[in-house]
Protein backbone atom coordinates (compact mmCIF):
# COMPACT_ATOMS: atom_id res chain seq x y z
CA UNK A 1 0.00 0.00 0.00
CA UNK A 2 0.98 3.45 -0.78
CA UNK A 3 0.47 6.10 1.68
CA UNK A 4 1.12 10.03 1.46
CA UNK A 5 1.16 12.27 4.04
CA UNK A 6 1.12 15.66 3.55
CA UNK A 7 1.83 17.89 6.65
CA UNK A 8 3.55 21.04 7.78
CA UNK A 9 6.00 18.63 10.00
CA UNK A 10 7.12 15.98 8.43
CA UNK A 11 9.91 15.78 10.78
CA UNK A 12 7.55 14.19 13.41
CA UNK A 13 6.97 10.72 10.85
CA UNK A 14 10.02 9.04 10.65
CA UNK A 15 10.78 8.00 14.12
CA UNK A 16 7.27 6.72 14.26
CA UNK A 17 7.01 5.08 10.38
CA UNK A 18 10.75 3.96 10.80
CA UNK A 19 10.52 1.71 13.53
CA UNK A 20 9.14 -1.40 15.00
CA UNK A 21 6.55 -3.21 12.71
CA UNK A 22 5.83 -0.51 10.43
CA UNK A 23 9.32 0.27 9.88
CA UNK A 24 9.22 -4.02 9.14
CA UNK A 25 6.56 -3.61 6.91
CA UNK A 26 8.38 -0.94 4.59
CA UNK A 27 11.24 -2.69 4.76
CA UNK A 28 9.18 -5.30 3.56
CA UNK A 29 7.81 -3.14 0.61
CA UNK A 30 4.57 -3.81 1.64
CA UNK A 31 3.92 0.00 3.13
CA UNK A 32 5.36 2.66 0.94
CA UNK A 33 5.31 5.96 2.74
CA UNK A 34 5.65 9.38 1.20
CA UNK A 35 6.35 12.52 3.21
CA UNK A 36 4.80 15.66 1.33
CA UNK A 37 5.91 19.07 3.14
CA UNK A 38 3.32 21.16 2.57
CA UNK A 39 5.03 24.73 2.80
CA UNK A 40 7.19 23.70 -0.34
CA UNK A 41 4.10 24.21 -2.13
CA UNK A 42 2.98 27.57 -0.82
CA UNK A 43 3.37 30.10 -3.34
CA UNK A 44 3.29 33.09 -1.00
CA UNK A 45 6.91 34.88 -0.56
CA UNK A 46 7.34 33.80 3.00
CA UNK A 47 6.02 29.84 2.27
CA UNK A 48 3.08 30.58 4.80
CA UNK A 49 0.87 28.04 4.67
CA UNK A 50 -1.88 29.71 7.23
CA UNK A 51 -3.50 33.16 7.72
CA UNK A 52 -5.99 34.93 10.01
CA UNK A 53 -9.61 33.60 9.21
CA UNK A 54 -12.14 35.72 7.33
CA UNK A 55 -14.58 37.21 9.87
CA UNK A 56 -12.23 37.07 12.49
CA UNK A 57 -11.44 34.84 15.92
CA UNK A 58 -8.92 33.23 17.53
CA UNK A 59 -6.09 31.27 15.84
CA UNK A 60 -4.89 31.12 11.95
CA UNK A 61 -6.37 28.78 9.16
CA UNK A 62 -4.36 26.37 6.74
CA UNK A 63 -4.37 27.84 3.32
CA UNK A 64 -6.36 26.03 0.25
CA UNK A 65 -3.19 26.95 -2.07
CA UNK A 66 -0.82 25.11 -0.87
CA UNK A 67 -2.56 22.26 -0.09
CA UNK A 68 -4.22 22.12 -3.44
CA UNK A 69 -0.61 22.05 -5.47
CA UNK A 70 0.73 19.70 -3.06
CA UNK A 71 -2.28 17.46 -3.96
CA UNK A 72 -1.91 17.67 -7.57
CA UNK A 73 1.80 17.31 -7.54
CA UNK A 74 1.38 14.07 -5.74
CA UNK A 75 -1.81 12.64 -6.90
CA UNK A 76 -2.59 14.63 -9.69
CA UNK A 77 -4.74 11.80 -10.89
CA UNK A 78 -6.92 11.39 -7.65
CA UNK A 79 -6.06 7.59 -7.52
CA UNK A 80 -5.74 8.03 -3.79
CA UNK A 81 -8.33 7.71 -1.03
CA UNK A 82 -7.70 11.16 0.52
CA UNK A 83 -8.75 11.15 4.31
CA UNK A 84 -8.59 14.60 6.43
CA UNK A 85 -7.96 14.07 9.97
CA UNK A 86 -9.80 15.95 11.86
CA UNK A 87 -12.03 15.65 14.85
CA UNK A 88 -14.91 16.56 12.93
CA UNK A 89 -15.03 13.29 11.17
CA UNK A 90 -15.85 9.43 10.75
CA UNK A 91 -14.65 7.77 14.11
CA UNK A 92 -11.47 4.81 13.67
CA UNK A 93 -12.61 1.42 14.40
CA UNK A 94 -11.53 -1.53 13.63
CA UNK A 95 -14.14 -1.80 11.19
CA UNK A 96 -13.10 1.52 9.57
CA UNK A 97 -9.38 0.49 9.57
CA UNK A 98 -10.30 -3.06 8.39
CA UNK A 99 -12.03 -1.10 5.28
CA UNK A 100 -9.22 0.92 4.82
CA UNK A 101 -6.53 -1.76 4.67
CA UNK A 102 -7.82 -3.08 1.65
CA UNK A 103 -7.35 0.20 -0.63
CA UNK A 104 -4.47 0.41 -2.54
CA UNK A 105 -3.45 4.31 -1.73
CA UNK A 106 -4.43 6.14 0.67
CA UNK A 107 -3.39 9.81 1.22
CA UNK A 108 -3.55 11.38 4.49
CA UNK A 109 -3.93 15.30 5.06
CA UNK A 110 -2.88 16.75 8.33
CA UNK A 111 -4.73 19.60 9.79
CA UNK A 112 -3.20 22.35 12.03
CA UNK A 113 -3.81 25.63 13.69
CA UNK A 114 -7.01 26.70 13.94
CA UNK A 115 -8.42 24.59 10.96
CA UNK A 116 -8.14 24.00 7.11
CA UNK A 117 -9.40 26.79 4.53
CA UNK A 118 -13.19 24.52 4.00
CA UNK A 119 -12.26 24.98 0.30
CA UNK A 120 -10.36 21.21 0.82
CA UNK A 121 -12.56 19.80 2.01
CA UNK A 122 -13.79 19.53 -1.62
CA UNK A 123 -10.76 17.99 -2.57
CA UNK A 124 -11.04 15.40 -0.25
CA UNK A 125 -13.02 11.99 -0.15
CA UNK A 126 -13.83 11.75 3.72
CA UNK A 127 -12.83 13.10 7.33
CA UNK A 128 -11.50 10.57 9.99
CA UNK A 129 -11.18 11.60 13.77
CA UNK A 130 -9.57 8.87 16.19
CA UNK A 131 -11.83 10.44 19.06
CA UNK A 132 -13.50 12.80 20.62
CA UNK A 133 -10.81 14.77 21.69
CA UNK A 134 -9.11 17.55 20.27
CA UNK A 135 -5.27 17.67 19.20
CA UNK A 136 -2.68 20.05 18.54
CA UNK A 137 -2.50 18.82 14.70
CA UNK A 138 -3.74 15.92 12.30
CA UNK A 139 -0.27 14.13 12.52
CA UNK A 140 -0.57 12.22 15.35
CA UNK A 141 -4.10 11.38 14.32
CA UNK A 142 -2.24 10.30 11.16
CA UNK A 143 0.24 7.49 13.07
CA UNK A 144 -2.41 6.41 14.68
CA UNK A 145 -4.67 5.88 11.90
CA UNK A 146 -1.29 4.23 10.02
CA UNK A 147 -0.51 2.04 12.73
CA UNK A 148 -4.08 0.66 13.14
CA UNK A 149 -4.63 0.46 9.48
CA UNK A 150 -1.90 -1.07 9.18
CA UNK A 151 -2.23 -3.78 11.00
CA UNK A 152 -5.21 -5.47 9.08
CA UNK A 153 -2.84 -5.58 5.64
CA UNK A 154 -1.30 -8.99 5.30
CA UNK A 155 2.21 -9.83 6.19
CA UNK A 156 2.64 -6.76 8.12
CA UNK A 157 2.31 -8.63 11.45
CA UNK A 158 4.34 -11.33 12.02
CA UNK A 159 1.64 -13.67 12.92
CA UNK A 160 -1.48 -13.42 10.08
CA UNK A 161 -3.63 -14.80 13.54
CA UNK A 162 -2.86 -12.01 16.49
CA UNK A 163 -4.36 -9.12 14.22
CA UNK A 164 -7.89 -11.40 15.14
CA UNK A 165 -7.17 -12.20 18.18
CA UNK A 166 -6.78 -9.65 20.19
CA UNK A 167 -9.15 -6.87 22.18
CA UNK A 168 -12.06 -5.55 19.42
CA UNK A 169 -11.22 -7.98 16.75
CA UNK A 170 -14.42 -10.37 18.21
CA UNK A 171 -15.85 -7.19 19.69
CA UNK A 172 -14.57 -8.45 22.54
CA UNK A 173 -11.58 -6.56 25.35
CA UNK A 174 -8.46 -8.97 25.47
CA UNK A 175 -8.19 -11.99 27.84
CA UNK A 176 -5.86 -11.83 30.30
CA UNK A 177 -2.02 -13.13 29.18
CA UNK A 178 1.01 -14.46 31.16
CA UNK A 179 4.41 -15.40 29.93
CA UNK A 180 7.06 -16.74 31.98
CA UNK A 181 7.67 -17.11 35.03
CA UNK A 182 4.77 -19.00 35.93
CA UNK A 183 5.17 -17.30 39.58
CA UNK A 184 6.65 -13.93 40.19
CA UNK A 185 6.55 -12.18 43.26
CA UNK A 186 3.93 -14.69 44.58
CA UNK A 187 1.34 -13.55 41.92
CA UNK A 188 1.04 -16.92 39.84
CA UNK A 189 -0.45 -17.72 36.31
CA UNK A 190 -3.78 -18.74 36.50
CA UNK A 191 -3.64 -23.22 36.29
CA UNK A 192 -5.52 -23.77 33.64
CA UNK A 193 -2.92 -22.05 31.09
CA UNK A 194 -0.42 -24.39 32.43
CA UNK A 195 -1.92 -27.62 31.63
CA UNK A 196 -1.96 -27.59 28.36
CA UNK A 197 -5.38 -28.32 27.36
CA UNK A 198 -6.06 -25.92 24.77
CA UNK A 199 -10.17 -26.62 24.61
CA UNK A 200 -10.07 -25.78 28.54
CA UNK A 201 -7.84 -22.48 27.55
CA UNK A 202 -9.83 -21.61 24.88
CA UNK A 203 -13.01 -21.64 26.68
CA UNK A 204 -10.76 -19.96 29.90
CA UNK A 205 -9.97 -16.63 27.52
CA UNK A 206 -12.98 -16.50 26.13
CA UNK A 207 -14.75 -16.54 29.48
CA UNK A 208 -12.28 -14.15 30.79
CA UNK A 209 -13.30 -12.32 27.77
CA UNK A 210 -16.59 -11.60 27.92
CA UNK A 211 -16.26 -10.96 31.75
CA UNK A 212 -14.15 -8.50 30.93
CA UNK A 213 -16.08 -6.50 28.22
CA UNK A 214 -19.42 -7.32 30.43
CA UNK A 215 -17.50 -5.45 33.69
CA UNK A 216 -16.19 -2.34 31.75
CA UNK A 217 -17.67 -1.89 27.94
CA UNK A 218 -21.04 -3.55 28.33
CA UNK A 219 -22.14 -1.89 25.61
CA UNK A 220 -20.02 -3.59 23.24
CA UNK A 221 -21.49 -6.60 24.04
CA UNK A 222 -24.59 -5.24 21.85
CA UNK A 223 -22.39 -6.60 18.34
CA UNK A 224 -20.31 -9.48 19.83
CA UNK A 225 -21.86 -12.86 17.92
CA UNK A 226 -22.16 -15.48 20.81
CA UNK A 227 -22.28 -19.61 20.74
CA UNK A 228 -24.40 -21.42 23.34
CA UNK A 229 -21.30 -21.97 26.02
CA UNK A 230 -20.99 -18.09 25.66
CA UNK A 231 -24.57 -17.93 26.26
CA UNK A 232 -24.50 -19.93 29.44
CA UNK A 233 -21.49 -18.82 30.98
CA UNK A 234 -23.16 -15.32 30.58
CA UNK A 235 -26.56 -16.73 32.61
CA UNK A 236 -24.11 -18.32 35.26
CA UNK A 237 -22.67 -14.37 35.94
CA UNK A 238 -26.65 -13.53 36.19
CA UNK A 239 -27.94 -15.89 38.21
CA UNK A 240 -24.56 -15.50 40.53
CA UNK A 241 -25.76 -11.61 40.75
CA UNK A 242 -28.93 -12.49 40.98
CA UNK A 243 -27.66 -14.87 44.28
CA UNK A 244 -25.87 -11.54 45.45
CA UNK A 245 -28.07 -9.47 45.75
CA UNK A 246 -30.27 -12.16 48.05
CA UNK A 247 -27.06 -14.20 49.15
CA UNK A 248 -24.28 -12.30 49.38
CA UNK A 249 -22.38 -15.77 50.18
CA UNK A 250 -21.17 -16.83 47.03
CA UNK A 251 -21.28 -20.31 45.35
CA UNK A 252 -17.71 -20.46 43.36
CA UNK A 253 -17.09 -22.28 40.57
CA UNK A 254 -13.52 -23.53 39.99
CA UNK A 255 -12.50 -20.69 37.52
CA UNK A 256 -13.94 -18.08 39.89
CA UNK A 257 -12.09 -19.41 42.73
CA UNK A 258 -8.77 -20.24 40.79
CA UNK A 259 -9.08 -16.08 39.56
CA UNK A 260 -10.47 -15.41 43.12
CA UNK A 261 -7.18 -16.82 44.69
CA UNK A 262 -5.06 -15.19 41.96
CA UNK A 263 -6.66 -12.25 42.48
CA UNK A 264 -6.27 -12.12 46.04
CA UNK A 265 -3.06 -13.07 46.30
CA UNK A 266 -1.47 -10.63 44.15
CA UNK A 267 -3.43 -7.60 46.25
CA UNK A 268 -2.40 -9.12 49.51
CA UNK A 269 1.18 -9.68 48.36
CA UNK A 270 1.54 -6.74 48.16
CA UNK A 271 0.44 -5.37 51.23
CA UNK A 272 2.33 -7.20 53.71
CA UNK A 273 2.25 -5.63 56.86
CA UNK A 274 -1.74 -4.20 56.01
CA UNK A 275 -4.24 -4.40 58.24
CA UNK A 276 -6.65 -5.64 55.78
CA UNK A 277 -9.21 -8.21 57.13
CA UNK A 278 -12.02 -8.15 54.36
CA UNK A 279 -12.53 -7.22 50.72
CA UNK A 280 -16.12 -7.25 49.79
CA UNK A 281 -17.07 -6.42 46.13
CA UNK A 282 -20.60 -5.84 44.72
CA UNK A 283 -21.16 -5.09 41.23
CA UNK A 284 -22.85 -1.82 40.55
CA UNK A 285 -25.73 -3.07 38.43
CA UNK A 286 -26.09 -5.82 41.16
CA UNK A 287 -26.53 -3.44 44.32
CA UNK A 288 -27.29 -0.19 44.53
CA UNK A 289 -24.23 0.67 46.56
CA UNK A 290 -22.41 -0.70 44.14
CA UNK A 291 -18.85 -1.17 45.24
CA UNK A 292 -15.74 -2.95 46.88
CA UNK A 293 -15.39 -2.41 50.60
CA UNK A 294 -12.53 -3.61 52.84
CA UNK A 295 -12.73 -3.88 56.42
CA UNK A 296 -9.74 -1.87 57.85
CA UNK A 297 -9.42 -3.10 61.32
CA UNK A 298 -13.01 -3.59 62.34
CA UNK A 299 -14.29 -0.29 60.18
CA UNK A 300 -15.77 -0.73 56.65
CA UNK A 301 -14.28 1.11 54.14
CA UNK A 302 -16.00 2.13 50.31
CA UNK A 303 -13.26 1.78 47.66
CA UNK A 304 -13.24 3.76 44.93
CA UNK A 305 -13.95 1.61 42.36
CA UNK A 306 -14.73 4.11 39.48
CA UNK A 307 -10.76 4.42 39.48
CA UNK A 308 -10.25 0.69 40.00
CA UNK A 309 -8.11 1.04 42.90
CA UNK A 310 -7.93 0.11 46.68
CA UNK A 311 -6.89 3.09 48.80
CA UNK A 312 -5.79 1.71 52.06
CA UNK A 313 -5.66 3.90 55.22
CA UNK A 314 -1.82 4.67 54.69
CA UNK A 315 -2.95 6.14 51.38
CA UNK A 316 -1.40 2.53 49.68
CA UNK A 317 -3.22 2.67 46.17
CA UNK A 318 -3.72 -1.39 44.61
CA UNK A 319 -5.44 -1.47 41.27
CA UNK A 320 -8.58 -3.71 41.44
CA UNK A 321 -9.89 -4.91 38.33
CA UNK A 322 -12.55 -7.64 39.37
CA UNK A 323 -13.01 -9.11 42.85
CA UNK A 324 -15.75 -11.27 43.97
CA UNK A 325 -17.59 -11.57 47.39
CA UNK A 326 -15.73 -12.91 50.32
CA UNK A 327 -17.35 -13.72 52.75
CA UNK A 328 -14.35 -15.07 54.76
CA UNK A 329 -11.29 -13.15 56.06
CA UNK A 330 -8.56 -13.90 53.40
CA UNK A 331 -6.22 -14.23 56.43
CA UNK A 332 -6.15 -12.50 59.65
N1 LIG B 1 -6.93 16.69 14.62
C1 LIG B 1 -7.12 17.24 15.82
N2 LIG B 1 -7.78 16.41 16.63
C2 LIG B 1 -8.04 15.29 15.91
C3 LIG B 1 -8.70 14.07 16.20
N3 LIG B 1 -9.26 13.84 17.37
N4 LIG B 1 -8.77 13.15 15.22
C4 LIG B 1 -8.24 13.40 14.01
N5 LIG B 1 -7.60 14.52 13.70
C5 LIG B 1 -7.49 15.46 14.63
Known amino acids: MRIDILTTFTEMFPPVLGASILGRAAQK ?71 LAKEEHLLFLCGHYEGI ?85 ERW ?10 SRRPELMEHVELNKKDIAFIQSIKKDEKARLTDRRLELDEYEQQALNDRLQQILSRLPK ?19 YVTVNGVIKRLDTVEREIRLVDGTRIPIEDIWDIDEPPHE
Open 274 to 292: QPVVRITYFRPDSCKEGGA
Open 117 to 201: DERVSCAMDEELSIGDYVLTGGELAAMVAIDCIARFIPGVLGSSESAETESFSDGLLEYPQYTRPAEFRGMKVPEVLLNGNHALI
Open 205 to 214: RRDRAIELTL
Open 29 to 99: GILEFNLCDIRQYSENKHHNTDDYPFGGGAGMVMLAQPIYSCLDAVDPEHKARRILLSPRGRTLSPEVARE
